[in-house]
């Protein structure tokens, strides 16, 4: 398994299905056993059914204006990738980090990020 090419197909992936809102897309990158984690202190999503569910719910209300993920850092199967986000509702920054299994698909999951509106953003 070569991590940095998995880490690299999951960052494009994400960066293409986020901007689209193609759940199903997104769902391919993942083992039907995914734990993944939305946030540090919420229950994690378990299954492809949960994660469905909140990606699903997460896309319901957002407008997104553009997406970019960065350069994957690796080490052995797991990756960390920051990402940005545009949209209408304010500006999304943060990062992933994932383990892969020896398929290539994210077997866990866990984000961390920030969103801010306009005045947030003025001096």
Do not use: K
Request: charged share 25%; aromatic share 12%.
């Amino acid at each position: 398994m070569n991590t940095r090419e998995i880490a690299r197909r999951f960052a494009q992936t994400w960066q293409t299905g986020w901007a689209a809102h193609d759940v199903d897309l997104l769902l391919s990158l993942y083992a039907p056993g995914i734990v993944h984690r939305s946030m540090p202190f919420r229950e994690p999503h378990r299954g492809l059914d949960a994660l469905r569910d909140y990606l699903t719910w997460s896309f319901s209300e957002e407008d997104v204006l553009a997406v970019e993920f960065g350069e994957p850092l690796v080490d052995g199967d797991t990756a960390v990738v920051e990402f940005r986000v545009r949209a209408r509702e304010g500006d999304l920054a943060g990062c992933v980090f994932v383990t892969f299994d020896e398929a290539g698909l994210a077997v866990a999951t866990r984000d961390y990020w920030h969103m801010s509106n306009d005045s947030e953003l003025s001096p």
